[in-house]
């Protein structure tokens, strides 16, 4: 019995030690974790952001979609893919769409393009308005204060032609303070 009940144990402490293990890598195998930053009006979540060099249709398998993520027009480049979750904390009021770029450790900045896919319903409105971020002035919407958008599902914004050898990039947000990611690949 004594032999039983050590067994018991050493299989339970086995599998108790166990657990974290195949949670940190299953973990890994889906990326790092989701990157937040936010001020006084803003809070932004990047969580996802992937790297290509070639477009790829949009709805995977649905041979009638004609729709491809933005191409990338440059040599030697890729464009950046990043799915954000964002919500207004600041103030009532009519606020224009947030901006939105990425800053290389160069110093350079990449602005978003004017496409965004979202996968889940959501608010047609909140996106006509969101695409004009990459506006030199973007449109305004009466906005109350904790709007959320993209947490039904994360909305996908494209940032185009960033050099391959940039090296570390952060991304910009209204005015939320840089956000540093490590972008996979799609």
Do not use: H
Request: proline letters at 9%.
């Amino acid at each position: 019995m004594k032999l039983f009940r050590r067994v018991l144990v050493g299989a339970l402490v086995g599998l108790v030690l166990c657990i974290p293990a195949a949670s940190r890598a299953q973990d890994e195998a889906e990326g790092e974790e989701a990157a937040t930053g936010k001020s006084a009006n803003w809070e932004v979540t990047v969580v996802k952001a992937a790297m290509y060099t070639e477009a790829r249709r949009v709805i995977p398998g649905n041979p009638t979609s004609d729709y491809l993520e933005p191409p990338v027009l440059k040599k030697d480049c890729y464009n950046l893919a990043l799915d954000l979750t964002m919500k207004y904390v600041g103030p009532p009021g009519d606020i224009p769409a947030p901006s939105l770029a990425v800053v290389t450790e160069a110093g350079e900045k990449y602005s978003a393009m004017g496409n965004l896919q979202m996968s889940g319903v959501g608010d047609v409105d909140a996106l006509g308005w969101l695409i004009t971020l990459a506006r030199p002035e973007p449109d305004t919407r009466r906005l109350e204060g904790g709007e959320s958008f993209g947490f039904e599902a994360p909305i996908t914004f494209y940032i185009g032609d960033i050099p391959l050898s940039s090296g570390k990039i952060e991304v910009l947000f209204a005015d939320v303070a840089p956000v540093p990611i490590s972008p996979g690949r799609l």
